[in-house]
């Protein structure tokens, strides 16, 4: 059975990065992008998620429900409460893309670091790792910052400097953390680009693992 898969995303540039990773599933997996860059842009502005994104956002998610989706990855995570609403409105498993990495992050260790470049995506994240950690009743201590300049960086076309800002703040935080956490999924190729190391906190994104988790459950 093939599972139509709903993407929706507040940026364009997510759109090759998920369709690369679902590129192996072959047959079993076919999915379709829905991109609104004014969500981002709009908790940008106001600093945090409002009650107008997060009722956009789950117009969102209701439209590629309506265009057929059997699931639905919302892969930003600044929007990941609207997310979980949107989820109790729809007849169709729909998933934050931070979740599968959060679940991850507290089964390795009670140090736990969280890196952004935007600050509107750190408070969902931690919040998502502290309530995780309260569910599987392990103690974990968060912290979390973001690398000033990338984000600016990335959107001004120079993704070298965006990598390297993020390169830095990936080693200093894993000198004192059991894992880090890359919050935002425009992030994970710093990820993939790390030399491997068994003496360094693991870094984890969270496309490939949101990406793992539903071919997981769908049996792709």
Do not use: Y
């Not at 994240?125 to 600016?152: I, N, W």
């Amino acid at each position: 059975m093939v599972t139509k898969l709903g993407l929706v995303h507040t940026s364009a540039t997510l759109v090759p990065v998920f369709a690369e990773l679902l590129l192996p599933f072959g047959p079993r997996v076919s999915g379709f992008n829905i991109v609104d860059d004014s969500l981002i842009k709009d908790v940008i502005h106001a600093g945090s998620l409002t009650p107008a994104v997060a009722s956009r956002v789950v117009d969102q998610v209701g439209l590629a429900e309506r265009a057929g989706a059997d699931a639905i990855l919302v892969t930003c995570s600044s929007i990941g409460e609207a997310v979980e609403l949107s989820a109790r409105l729809s007849r169709v498993p729909v998933i934050r893309v931070d979740q599968a990495m959060a679940d991850r992050a507290v089964g390795i260790g009670g140090r736990v670091g969280v890196l952004a470049t935007l600050p509107t995506t750190l408070g969902p994240t931690e919040k998502l790792v502290r309530r995780q950690a309260a569910e599987a009743d392990k103690a974990v201590t968060v912290t979390a910052r973001v690398c000033p300049g990338a984000f600016e960086a990335l959107m001004a076309g120079d993704a070298a400097t965006h990598d390297a800002i993020v390169g830095a703040a990936i080693r200093e935080m894993q000198r004192g953390s059991d894992v880090v956490l890359l919050a935002q999924a425009s992030m994970a190729r710093v990820a993939e680009a790390l030399p491997t190391d068994d003496a360094t906190a693991p870094v984890l994104a969270s496309p490939p693992l949101a990406v793992a988790s539903l071919a997981a459950r769908f049996g792709w």
